[in-house]
C-alpha cells in the first residue's frame, strides 16, 4: 500500500479571530486546534505529518515542542495550493497524500479513512458537505451526469453558483505524483490572486482521473474556526459529544450542557457528576463516585464511592474510595488519600499523605505533612512547614489526636496515640500515647473595668 503523507495547513493568520495570538493556537477543550488535528493525523497512523505553519510561525512551533510532525514553513500566505506546494518536496511520488485544515478540529478518523481509500491510487477524493448556509465556502460544482467538475471560490462565484449548497470542506486526498503535476500548473488569476488548492479538482477532471467526494457522518466533523463564535459553537458541541460518550458508559451526567472535559477522563459506571464540573488533563474516577457541583479537578486520580462535595478544587492528588472531600476542600499537586478519609470544609492539602480513616474536617491546612491511620486533626489546626527559606515535614502517626487550633512548626513528628490539646503552638516533637498541652495561663482580673468615653459637656 501507498504511504500516507498527512499535510496540515496552518499558515494562516486567522484575521477574524481578532487576535494576537495565531489561530491554531487558540484552544478547545483545553488543546490548541492544531492538537486536535495532529492527534486527528496520528490515528491514521500515517508515514508523517507535515505541518505548514508560517504567521506567528516560532510560536506556533514553541506552543509544541512535543508535536511529532515535520515542520514546514510558509514565508507568505500565497493560497491554499502555495501552502501544499511547501510540503511537497518531503513527499515520495508513490504516496498518498491526505490535506487537513489546522482550523477544523473536529475531523472525525472514519472520514478520513474513506477519503483516504477513496483518493488512493490514481484518483482524488474531497470532503463535501450540504449546508443550509455556504456563505463563505468554495462551492462543488457538478455536470449533467451529477460528477464533480470543479470548486469556485465564493470571491469568484458568480450568483447561480452562489446558490449551491454544497460546500468544499478542504480536506482532500490524493497521489502525490498526480498533485506535484498540478501545483505546478496553478495560477494566480483570481480575485484574490491566490495559489487554490481547489483549482487542482478541474485539473484532475480535465486529466481525466477520478473525482469522488465524501460526506462526514456528522456536520460538525468539518466545521472550521473562524471567529470566537464559531470556537464556541465547536466546543459547545465537543463538549455535548463527551457528556453523550459518559452517559452511554453508565456516568450520570446532572445536565450535559453544564460539564466540561478539557483531558482524557476514564470514568467509571455510576458515577454522577453534578454541574459545572470541569474535568482537566488525566482524570479518572472510580465506580460509584460522586463529584458535586462547580468542582474543578485536574490530572487526579479518584477510588470508588468516593463523594467530592460542591466547590472543590483538586490538582494532581491521588484520592483513595470511600472518602469525604469537601465542600469547599482544596488539594494541591502531591496529594495522597487513602481509604475512607474525611477532608471537610476550608481544608488545604499540598505535598502531604493522609492515612486511611484519618479526618481533617474544618479550616485545616497541612502541607508537607506525613498523616497515619485514625488520625484525627481538629479545626483551624495548620502546618508551619514553611521558614521562610526552606519547607519542613510533619509528621503525625497513627491515632494521634490533634485539638482545634494547633500550630505544629515543622520539621516535628507527633508520636503515635499522642494527644495534643487545643490551641498549642507545637515546637518540638511530641512523646507517643500522652497529652501534651502548650499554651498560657488562664487567668481572671476581678475588678477590672471596660474603658468608657467621657460624656460631651454640654456647655
Ligand atoms: C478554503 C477553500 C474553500 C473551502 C474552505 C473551507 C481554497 C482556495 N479555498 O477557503 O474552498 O470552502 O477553505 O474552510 O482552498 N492556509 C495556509 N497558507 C495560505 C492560505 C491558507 O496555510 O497561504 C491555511 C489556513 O491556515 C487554513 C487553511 O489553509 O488552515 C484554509 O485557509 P483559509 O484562508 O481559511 O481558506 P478559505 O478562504 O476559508
Ligand atoms: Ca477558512
Redo the contacts with the bound molecule.
Keep these: 500500500m501507498a504511504p500516507l503523507h498527512v499535510v496540515i495547513?496552518?499558515?494562516?493568520?486567522?484575521k477574524r479571530m481578532k487576535s494576537r495570538l495565531p489561530?491554531?493556537l487558540h484552544r478547545l477543550a483545553g488543546r490548541t486546534l492544531l492538537e486536535h488535528v495532529a492527534a486527528a493525523a496520528r490515528r491514521l497512523d500515517p508515514a508523517r505529518i507535515h505541518v505548514?505553519?508560517?504567521?506567528g510561525g516560532a510560536r506556533v512551533r514553541g506552543a509544541h515542542p512535543a508535536l511529532e510532525v515535520s515542520w514546514v514553513e510558509?514565508s507568505?500566505?500565497?493560497?491554499?495550493?502555495?501552502?501544499l506546494e511547501q510540503a511537497m518536496p518531503a513527499i515520495p511520488d508513490e504516496a498518498t497524500v491526505l490535506v487537513l485544515?489546522?482550523?477544523?478540529p473536529l475531523i472525525d478518523t472514519a472520514t478520513l479513512q474513506d477519503t483516504i481509500a477513496a483518493g488512493a491510487g490514481d484518483a482524488i477524493a474531497l470532503i463535501t458537505a450540504e449546508v443550509d448556509d455556504p456563505s463563505?465556502?468554495?462551492r462543488i460544482l457538478r455536470g449533467d451526469d451529477g460528477r464533480v467538475a470543479g470548486?469556485v471560490?465564493e470571491a469568484d462565484a458568480s450568483a447561480a453558483d452562489r446558490a449551491i449548497r454544497e460546500?468544499?470542506?478542504?480536506i482532500l486526498a490524493a497521489s502525490a505524483h498526480r498533485l506535484r503535476g498540478w501545483l505546478a500548473r496553478l495560477e494566480e488569476n483570481n480575485v484574490q490572486g491566490?495559489r487554490?488548492?481547489?483549482?487542482v479538482v478541474a485539473m484532475a477532471v480535465g486529466d481525466g482521473v477520478p473525482v469522488s467526494s465524501v460526506s462526514p457522518l456528522a456536520a460538525e466533523e468539518v466545521l472550521?474556526v473562524?471567529d470566537r463564535a464559531q470556537l464556541a459553537m465547536l466546543e459547545r458541541r465537543y463538549q455535548r459529544r463527551q457528556a453523550q460518550r459518559l452517559m452511554r458508559a453508565g456516568v450520570t451526567v446532572m445536565d450535559p450542557a453544564r460539564l466540561d472535559i478539557r483531558g482524557e477522563v476514564e470514568v467509571g459506571p455510576d458515577v454522577v457528576l453534578d454541574v459545572n464540573v470541569i474535568l482537566e488533563g488525566r482524570v479518572v474516577i472510580g465506580e460509584g463516585a460522586s463529584i458535586g457541583p462547580n468542582c474543578v479537578i485536574r490530572d487526579t486520580e479518584i477510588g470508588p464511592h468516593t463523594r467530592i462535595f460542591a466547590n472543590t478544587v483538586i490538582e494532581q492528588a491521588h484520592i483513595g474510595s470511600d472518602c469525604n472531600i469537601g465542600p469547599f476542600a482544596r488539594f494541591r499537586p502531591g496529594t495522597s488519600l487513602a481509604d475512607e478519609v474525611h477532608i471537610g470544609n476550608f481544608v488545604e492539602v499540598k505535598n502531604s499523605r493522609v492515612g486511611h480513616g484519618s479526618k481533617a474536617n474544618h479550616l485545616t491546612y497541612l502541607g508537607d505533612t506525613e498523616v497515619g491511620k485514625h488520625v484525627n486533626v481538629g479545626a483551624g489546626t495548620i502546618t508551619c512547614n514553611y521558614d521562610g527559606a526552606e519547607k519542613h515535614r510533619t509528621v503525625i502517626e497513627d491515632d494521634v489526636f490533634v485539638g482545634s487550633g494547633v500550630e505544629l512548626v515543622a520539621p516535628i513528628t507527633v508520636h503515635a496515640g499522642a494527644t495534643i490539646g487545643a490551641g498549642a503552638t507545637v515546637t518540638k516533637d511530641v512523646p507517643a500515647g500522652v497529652l501534651t498541652v502548650s499554651r498560657g495561663r488562664q487567668t481572671t482580673i476581678e475588678n477590672w473595668r471596660r474603658p468608657r468615653k467621657k460624656p460631651k459637656s454640654s456647655e
Design positions: 495547513l496552518a499558515a494562516g493568520q486567522g489561530k491554531v505548514v505553519y508560517g504567521h510558509q507568505e500566505q500565497r493560497g491554499t495550493g502555495h501552502a485544515y489546522g482550523d477544523v463563505g465556502y468554495g470548486i471560490e460546500i468544499n470542506t478542504g491566490e487554490y488548492l481547489t483549482d472550521g473562524n
